[in-house]
């Protein structure tokens, strides 16, 4: 059974940041691509970023130069560093995979605000 477990959301001020984490299990995080979304009130969820199975990191435009994907293979576990944030970055974040379905973590909130 797969299950993506994410954490580290909360509050931050204007040009702070989080880290949040995706713990995986039930699948292999390095090889498979992995996502974060994130769904602000009233609004679609977007894509935020990718890691790819072979390691290439791509990122919606409105996060590059302050948001980096990474991974820790040996924990199973993808990371989203949120730098400089914005009250705009307030939405809640997911962990999605797709492994011939698709699936998605609870989600953690993250408010900026000062």
């Known amino acids: 059974q797969v299950q993506l477990v994410e954490s580290g959301g909360g509050l931050a001020q204007p040009g702070g940041s989080l880290r949040l984490s995706c713990a995986a299990s039930g699948i292999i995080v390095s090889i498979n691509n992995m996502n974060w979304f994130r769904q602000a009130p009233g609004k679609q969820r977007e894509l935020v970023a990718t890691?790819?199975?072979?390691?290439?990191?791509i990122y919606a435009d409105s996060v590059k130069g302050r948001f980096a994907i990474s991974r820790d293979n040996a924990k199973n576990t993808v990371y989203l560093q949120m730098n400089s944030l914005a009250p705009e970055d307030t939405a809640v974040y997911y962990c999605?995979?797709?492994?011939?379905?698709?699936?998605w973590g609870q989600g953690t909130q993250v408010t900026v605000s000062s």
């Open positions: 999605n995979t797709y492994a011939a379905y698709d699936y």
């Open positions: 890691i790819t199975r072979l390691g290439r990191t």
